[in-house]
Each structure stands twice: as C-alpha cells, then as structure tokens.
C-alpha cells in the first residue's frame, strides 16, 4: 500500500523555522522525483521546491533561499526545511512523488503568525 505521510507541521510565529518531513512507502523511492506543494486558502496548488531522483533542486522564487529540500533514500524520506517564515507561507503543505509513482499525501498544516 502506497503512504505519503508528512509530518512537521504547526505554528510558528514570523522569522522561525520549520522541518518538515515525508516518509514514503508503497513506491520505488529512488526513481521517483519528489516535491514539495502547498495551498493556501483561496488560492491554487503550487510547487514550491522539486528533487530530482538524482538530487537536483528546484524551487518556486518566493521560497528560493529560505527553503531547502533534502531527501534520504535509505530512509525513504523527503523534507523540506523552511527558514525565515513568513506569514505568506501559511498553507497546506504536501508531499508528491511523480516521475514513476504519481503520489500526494493528506498533507501537514503550516501556521505562520505575524
């Protein structure tokens, strides 16, 4: 059974810091290229930061800097740390593997208060 799970979310107050984390399982974690998307209310889903099989990254401009995308793949995780928060980062943060194995989980709520 495929499981995206994150975890790591919460509320923060503006300028702290978060770690999220995605512990997959149920996919072929190496082949897959992972990410990591958030939806705010109102608004659309969007890509913030992308991890190639092979470790290359991406990122959406408004985090570029202050976050980082990391994964383990003898630990089949994936986790976003996020610096420097601001209250625009409020959101639903999710896990999403594609590539091989097109993925989500249910997602972590990421707080920030100004």
């Known amino acids: 059974q495929v499981q995206l799970v994150e975890s790591g979310g919460g509320l923060v107050q503006a300028g702290g810091s978060l770690r999220l984390s995605c512990a997959a399982s149920?996919?072929?974690?190496?082949?897959?290229?992972m990410a990591w998307y958030r939806q705010a209310p109102g608004k659309q889903r969007e890509s913030v930061a992308v991890i190639s099989s092979g470790g290359i990254t991406n990122y959406d401009a408004s985090v570029k800097g202050r976050f980082t995308i990391s994964r383990d793949n003898v630990k089949n995780t994936v986790s976003l740390q996020m610096n420097s928060l601001k209250a625009e980062d409020t959101a639903i943060y999710y896990c999403?593997?594609?590539?091989?194995?097109?993925?989500w989980g249910q997602g972590t709520q990421v707080t920030v208060s100004s």
């Open positions: 999403r593997s594609f590539g091989r194995d097109y993925y």
């Open positions: 149920g996919i072929v974690f190496r082949s897959n290229a």
